[in-house]
Protein backbone atom coordinates (compact mmCIF):
# COMPACT_ATOMS: atom_id res chain seq x y z
CA UNK A 1 0.00 0.00 0.00
CA UNK A 2 1.21 3.35 -0.86
CA UNK A 3 0.22 6.87 0.84
CA UNK A 4 0.45 9.92 -0.65
CA UNK A 5 -0.45 13.30 0.97
CA UNK A 6 -0.63 16.41 -1.19
CA UNK A 7 0.35 19.62 -0.60
CA UNK A 8 0.54 23.42 -1.76
CA UNK A 9 -3.14 23.88 -2.38
CA UNK A 10 -4.51 27.47 -1.41
CA UNK A 11 -6.48 30.89 -2.53
CA UNK A 12 -4.80 32.63 -5.54
CA UNK A 13 -6.33 35.12 -7.86
CA UNK A 14 -7.18 34.53 -11.27
CA UNK A 15 -3.99 34.96 -13.39
CA UNK A 16 -2.20 33.50 -11.02
CA UNK A 17 0.28 30.28 -10.07
CA UNK A 18 -0.28 27.09 -7.70
CA UNK A 19 2.22 24.50 -7.64
CA UNK A 20 0.84 20.98 -6.06
CA UNK A 21 3.39 18.39 -4.95
CA UNK A 22 2.59 14.81 -3.65
CA UNK A 23 5.00 13.03 -1.57
CA UNK A 24 4.53 8.90 -2.13
CA UNK A 25 5.71 6.46 0.71
CA UNK A 26 7.61 3.20 -0.50
CA UNK A 27 10.58 2.33 -2.76
CA UNK A 28 8.46 1.76 -5.50
CA UNK A 29 7.38 4.90 -6.83
CA UNK A 30 9.42 5.18 -9.91
CA UNK A 31 7.86 1.98 -11.25
CA UNK A 32 4.26 3.84 -11.59
CA UNK A 33 2.40 6.45 -13.60
CA UNK A 34 1.06 9.15 -11.14
CA UNK A 35 -1.87 11.17 -11.68
CA UNK A 36 -3.78 14.50 -10.55
CA UNK A 37 -7.64 15.17 -10.94
CA UNK A 38 -9.96 17.08 -9.14
CA UNK A 39 -13.49 17.51 -8.01
CA UNK A 40 -15.36 20.94 -7.97
CA UNK A 41 -18.43 21.34 -5.74
CA UNK A 42 -21.66 19.56 -7.03
CA UNK A 43 -19.74 17.65 -9.76
CA UNK A 44 -18.02 14.64 -10.87
CA UNK A 45 -14.07 13.78 -10.30
CA UNK A 46 -12.32 14.76 -13.30
CA UNK A 47 -9.14 13.96 -14.69
CA UNK A 48 -6.35 16.79 -15.28
CA UNK A 49 -2.95 15.32 -16.02
CA UNK A 50 -1.21 11.75 -15.78
CA UNK A 51 2.72 11.48 -16.78
CA UNK A 52 4.38 7.93 -16.96
CA UNK A 53 6.93 6.00 -14.22
CA UNK A 54 10.03 7.72 -16.28
CA UNK A 55 8.02 10.61 -16.93
CA UNK A 56 8.80 11.25 -20.85
CA UNK A 57 5.06 11.15 -21.53
CA UNK A 58 2.59 13.52 -19.97
CA UNK A 59 -1.32 13.61 -21.12
CA UNK A 60 -3.29 17.00 -19.98
CA UNK A 61 -6.83 16.98 -20.16
CA UNK A 62 -7.83 19.92 -22.80
CA UNK A 63 -8.93 22.22 -20.40
CA UNK A 64 -5.43 22.50 -18.44
CA UNK A 65 -3.60 22.07 -21.34
CA UNK A 66 -0.67 24.75 -22.21
CA UNK A 67 -1.29 26.34 -18.56
CA UNK A 68 -0.33 23.24 -16.10
CA UNK A 69 2.47 21.19 -16.60
CA UNK A 70 2.68 17.56 -14.56
CA UNK A 71 6.02 16.36 -13.54
CA UNK A 72 8.05 13.92 -11.34
CA UNK A 73 11.33 13.62 -9.34
CA UNK A 74 11.51 9.68 -8.43
CA UNK A 75 14.81 10.24 -6.41
CA UNK A 76 12.10 12.17 -4.02
CA UNK A 77 9.43 10.25 -4.76
CA UNK A 78 7.48 13.39 -5.56
CA UNK A 79 4.99 14.29 -8.50
CA UNK A 80 4.61 18.38 -9.16
CA UNK A 81 1.55 19.72 -10.78
CA UNK A 82 2.57 23.29 -11.86
CA UNK A 83 -0.46 25.41 -12.45
CA UNK A 84 -0.27 28.84 -13.98
CA UNK A 85 -2.84 31.08 -15.55
CA UNK A 86 -5.26 29.87 -12.96
CA UNK A 87 -9.10 30.52 -13.95
CA UNK A 88 -12.20 30.53 -11.37
CA UNK A 89 -13.17 27.13 -12.93
CA UNK A 90 -9.90 25.77 -11.53
CA UNK A 91 -11.32 25.49 -8.50
CA UNK A 92 -11.63 22.41 -6.71
CA UNK A 93 -10.35 19.53 -4.49
CA UNK A 94 -7.14 18.26 -6.08
CA UNK A 95 -5.91 14.95 -5.50
CA UNK A 96 -2.90 12.65 -6.69
CA UNK A 97 -2.99 8.96 -7.69
CA UNK A 98 -1.68 5.93 -8.62
CA UNK A 99 -1.91 4.55 -11.95
CA UNK A 100 -2.93 0.60 -11.60
CA UNK A 101 -1.24 -0.27 -15.43
CA UNK A 102 -0.75 1.67 -18.57
CA UNK A 103 -1.45 5.05 -17.46
CA UNK A 104 -5.27 5.91 -18.65
CA UNK A 105 -7.11 9.43 -18.08
CA UNK A 106 -10.32 6.87 -16.27
CA UNK A 107 -10.38 7.47 -12.62
CA UNK A 108 -10.81 3.41 -12.81
CA UNK A 109 -6.86 3.04 -13.79
CA UNK A 110 -5.94 4.34 -10.49
CA UNK A 111 -5.59 3.40 -6.71
CA UNK A 112 -4.46 4.84 -3.80
CA UNK A 113 -5.59 8.34 -3.70
CA UNK A 114 -4.37 10.87 -1.56
CA UNK A 115 -6.78 13.50 1.20
CA UNK A 116 -7.16 15.70 -1.96
CA UNK A 117 -5.65 19.82 -1.49
CA UNK A 118 -7.98 22.47 -2.00
CA UNK A 119 -7.28 25.07 -4.57
CA UNK A 120 -9.43 28.11 -4.58
CA UNK A 121 -9.26 31.06 -7.38
CA UNK A 122 -10.92 34.38 -7.29
CA UNK A 123 -11.79 36.45 -9.88
Known amino acids: QVQLVESGGGLVQAGGSLRLSCAAS????????MGWFRQAPGKEREFVAAISSSGRNTWYAESVKGRFTISRDNARNTVYLQMNSLKPEDTAVYYC????????????????WGQGTQVTVSS
Open 26 to 33: GRTFSSYG
Open 97 to 112: ARAIGVVTTAQRGFDN
